[in-house]
């Protein structure tokens, strides 16, 4: 089975500097990629996926990951960050079944912007 | 825009009461998937829905929850009766057959007593 490991619980950093939410799964083999942002008490919007073809992957909000096999990583980036970001990140990888993916998430960071 | 819809969005209840959530998926999505988020963690799947079929309930307490999609549209979970540990965001997924991403709904938060 796989799984998510978030090396972060919590990044705080300053309005309009960089950012980078680690993220580390499990296998090797083909997967699917997800980074879900998690406002408080509301559900999960999705940032940016990683089905297949470039290994740079970018989505919503100017945020982009870099899917790399050989680390088994998908780390997600922001060049500069707002207020509004403050929120609470999840990586989540798809595992097969027969019926369908099921995703597996990471423990979460929440990411502290500081103005 | 299709939304996955979610009711209640708060409950509070008491221990060993009975609670029910209802989800309703976007339309023409044939997979359903209830996760549970205790504070502080990742969601976990519950239940996921083929259809009307369950395809996997292994981590579902089947002691005390019960998930039913009667017509393969819509869904309810329950629990009963409720513990404190049930505690919970419960979250609601749903996806085209097959598909990759799933599409969630703004959840219900559940605090017992």
């Known amino acids: 089975a796989q799984s998510v490991t978030q090396l972060d619980s919590q990044v705080p950093v300053f309005e309009e500097a960089p950012v980078e939410l680690r993220c580390n799964y499990s296998s090797s083999v083909s997967v699917y990629l997800f980074w879900y942002v998690q406002y408080p008490n509301q559900g999960l919007q999705l940032l940016l996926k990683y089905l297949s073809g470039s290994t740079l992957v970018k989505g919503i909000n100017g945020f982009e990951a870099e899917f790399n096999k050989s680390q088994t990583s998908f780390h997600l980036r922001k060049p500069s960050v707002h207020i509004s970001d403050t929120a609470e990140y999840f990586c989540?990888?798809?595992?097969?079944?027969?019926?369908?993916?099921?995703?597996?998430f990471g423990a979460g960071t929440i990411l502290r912007v500081k103005s | 825009e299709a939304e996955v819809a979610q009711s209640p969005r708060y409950k509070i209840t008491e221990k060993s009461q009975a609670v029910a959530f209802w989800c309703d998926p976007i339309s023409g999505h044939a997979t359903l998937y209830w996760y549970r988020q205790i504070l502080g963690q990742g969601p976990e799947l519950l239940v996921q829905f083929q259809d009307e079929s369950v395809v996997d309930d292994s981590q579902l307490p089947k002691d005390r929850f019960s998930a039913e999609r009667l017509k393969g549209v819509d869904s309810t979970l329950k629990i009963q009766p409720a513990e404190l540990g049930d505690s919970a965001m419960y979250l609601c997924?749903?996806?085209?057959?097959?598909?990759?991403?799933?599409?969630f709904g703004p959840g219900t938060r559940l605090t017992v007593l």
């Open positions: 989540a990888v798809s595992d097969s079944t027969l019926y369908g993916n099921k995703l597996v």
């Open positions: 997924a749903s996806t085209l057959a097959g598909g990759a991403e799933q599409f």
